[in-house]
């Protein structure tokens, strides 16, 4: 039985880890259009964020969205969000007992 939870947990963690990688991916072909339809390089984008940052609407969404391409903050996002799913549907809590796991290894 054990070997049978080991097995699940590491399906669940290439899960987690594919739909992280599936963010990043997506994360990536936003900024990018993003940058073409402003016709923006790189370093303004950069410039940009830095000077949103001084501000302090712009910095909380500055460093949550640069938070959020980190793994081990996009599982937590993951978990506060099924955290507030949890709290409209009445869940069993095993899913997320699962993030969870995977956000402590």
């Known amino acids: 039985q ?6 699940q947990d590491t399906t669940h963690n290439h899960r987690y880890y594919s739909l992280y990688l ?14 073409a339809q ?3 390089t790189e370093d303004e984008l950069t410039y940009l964020l830095h000077e949103a940052s001084e501000t302090p609407s ?4 500055v460093h949550a969205f640069i938070s959020s ?3 081990e903050s996009f599982m937590r996002f ?4 099924m955290s507030a799913v949890d709290e409209e549907v009445d869940s069993d809590g095993e ?3 699962h993030i969870m796991a ?3 290894e």
């Open 102 to 104: 995977a956000v402590a």
């Open 22 to 35: 599936e963010f990043v991916k997506l994360t990536e072909f936003v900024v990018d259009s993003f940058r």
């Open 58 to 61: 712009g910095k909380k969404f």
């Open 2 to 7: 054990q070997q049978q939870q080991q097995r």
């Open 38 to 40: 402003n016709d923006l």
């Open 69 to 71: 391409l980190e793994y």
């Open 95 to 97: 899913e997320q007992e």
């Open 78 to 81: 993951m978990v506060d969000y």
